[in-house]
């Protein structure tokens, strides 16, 4: 079991309840001397230690926030948070960093062991701004309004008050008019709030702008890539992403709806996408949230006992909440805790088939978490999405050795691979359109709700096959980027799912080749944390960081290959 709290520079109980609790603590970093390169190393430790307990103090309020939405209390815990502690850390935070670079002795440490972590420090000076402080906490507070408003949603099927998330299961049923009127139920919920949702997103468009042009960027697509440290690669590199994925992905797409079409014996609406083509019920591989657990555990097993051991001990400390229900805001997520290094797990769990590509995937995230925990500083662990995700889509595709623990034959295990297969494929064009559909938002923000409406539609026609007949529920179409909390709560964060997946395709294709040496690179390159560039932790994990055509049409080929195995 991991020790909790061991600090050297903070006293072991220490709670946030003011901003006096925390200045004494900021401001001794910012007036201490710093007189050689041993007493700046030692200044590091204790801001890193002083910044991992801020980070999962505001960790812990967002998970019991986001568990229980209906509370106020924790939500103006979390509310407290980000609009009274967050901006006073951000100017001093500012200062820090402008000590850091200034200090004389900077020039003498390690260059490979601090280089990236300097390369953001210099990059957060650049883009901070005073007057961006209240935008920020404003923001934060706007942006967690999705997740009550979502979160609260519900609809009633079969005499039975379901949540979205479990009501999607009927979208499997083998009976079209309970898939049809599943489908329009959802979708109704969804669209007498579309008016809500769009107010909130134009607001958020406004300040995201603001806080852009205060900066001194041309717009928010730019400062964000700026603040998310997306030093490997520029827009123009998403742009060839989207025209690869149009080019080598799409025709695959096409290719699995004429199958559908054929299978199922009449066209497609929005309701056939996810029901068995072969009248199979759909597949139920775990029966509650402890059922999940052990599942995954033992799955975990089978490929590396370490993972497995990583599931257990967030079992033991209570650190997963995985089951659906009404009040529970939307979503899946990973928390790491910068401090005690054990992250929490939560989902909506509702016994499908997606609900285990879910935990596996944030149980990639936790593994992550789990072997980058020793890095000395909180700021080394600290990954970037292309990295993170990495970790987490990997982790789908080589527990395969440990997934028939959910399945009671290997037809429905075969099925369920099938399905998750054709699954990252699909995904790929929704991705490729989420991402043009915010560059397209952010460097035109001043547009109306209707010009984001039918932009949506026009990308929807261009990463679409043109086989899904929406007649009829048009209106329903033009929303559905609604669905896509992303867009509200971490903006530009998207395309990262994309270049991991192509990423962990490629470590899965090693790892069937040689099982042994895949595993160690994977792990090898998670320990990294964020201490070396994207390009070289792709690398330490065996793989490229690539996403050019000729390089997807590789993978895309290589998944067909398997594809055909499972049948």
Request: glycine content about 4%.
């Amino acid at each position: 079991m991991i020790t909790i709290i061991n600090r050297k520079f903070l006293p072991n109980k220490l709670k946030v309840n003011a901003w006096d609790v925390l200045a004494s603590y900021f401001n001794e970093l910012l007036v201490r001397e710093i007189n050689d390169k041993s007493a700046l190393e030692k200044w590091l430790s204790d801001r890193s230690e002083l910044e991992a307990f801020v980070s999962e103090d505001l960790a812990w309020r967002y998970v019991k926030m986001t568990c229980d939405s209906n509370n106020k209390d924790l939500e103006q815990a979390y509310l407290f948070f980000v609009t009274e502690i967050e901006p006073q850390i951000s100017p001093i935070s500012d200062q820090l960093n402008k000590k850091l670079v200034a200090c004389s002795f900077i020039d003498e440490l390690d260059h490979d062991k601090y280089f990236i972590y300097l390369r953001g420090i210099k990059s957060e000076i650049e883009i901070f701004r005073e007057e961006n402080v209240p935008l920020m906490a404003e923001i934060a507070t706007e942006s967690q309004k999705y997740g009550s408003i979502v979160g609260g949603l519900s609809v009633t099927i079969d005499g039975k008050e379901l949540t979205l998330q479990q009501a999607a299961n009927f979208l499997k049923n083998t009976d079209r008019a309970k898939r049809e009127d599943a489908f329009l139920k959802i979708n109704e919920v969804r669209a007498a709030h579309a008016q809500e949702l769009d107010d909130l997103f134009d607001k958020l468009i406004v300040l995201r702008n603001k806080v852009a042009l205060n900066a001194g960027f041309n717009n928010f697509r730019d400062y964000m890539f700026a603040a998310l440290g997306r030093f490997d690669y520029k827009p123009e590199d998403c742009f060839a992403f989207h025209e690869a994925i149009q080019l080598e992905v799409l025709p695959l797409v096409k290719a699995f709806n004429e199958v559908r079409k054929k299978e199922l014996g009449h066209d497609l609406k929005p309701w056939d996408m996810e029901v068995d083509t072969k009248n199979r019920e759909a597949l139920e591989p775990f029966t509650s949230g402890k059922d999940l657990i052990d599942k995954t555990e033992k799955c975990f097993r089978k490929v590396d006992d370490y993972f497995a051991w990583c599931i257990e001990t967030m079992d033991n400390m209570e650190r997963l909440d995985l089951e659906s229900r009404k009040g529970k805001a939307p979503g899946g997520y990973n928390y790491p805790m910068a401090e005690t290094s054990v992250p929490f797990i939560f989902m909506n769990a509702a016994s499908s088939t997606r609900d285990v590509e879910t935990m596996l995937h944030e149980g990639g995230h936790a593994v992550h978490s789990f072997l980058s925990k020793d890095l000395e500083l909180a700021a080394f662990k600290n990954c970037p999405s292309e990295v993170a995700e990495l970790a987490s889509m990997s982790m789908e595709l080589i527990s395969y050795d440990g997934q028939d623990e959910f399945y009671t034959n290997q037809e429905d295990f075969n099925r369920a691979k099938e399905e998750h297969l054709e699954g990252i494929i699909r995904i790929l064009p929704w991705i490729a359109t989420i991402d043009k559909f915010q560059h397209w938002i952010y460097t035109n923000p001043i547009h109306t709700a209707q010009e984001r409406k039918m932009y949506w539609v026009e990308l929807s026609k261009e990463f679409g096959t043109g086989m899904v007949d929406w007649t009829g529920y048009e209106a329903l179409q033009a929303y559905s980027w609604q669905k896509q909390l992303h867009l509200f709560e971490v903006p530009f964060y998207y395309i990262e799912y994309g270049m991991a997946q192509l990423g962990a395709l490629a470590v899965w294709k090693n790892y069937i080749a040689d099982k042994p040496t895949a595993l160690a690179q994977y792990k090898s390159a998670l320990s990294l944390g964020y201490t070396k560039t994207i390009g070289d932790i792709y690398k330490t994990a065996g793989i490229e960081f690539n996403f050019t055509a000729p390089y997807i049409k590789q993978l895309m080929e290589f998944v067909k290959v398997e594809l055909n195995k499972c049948n």
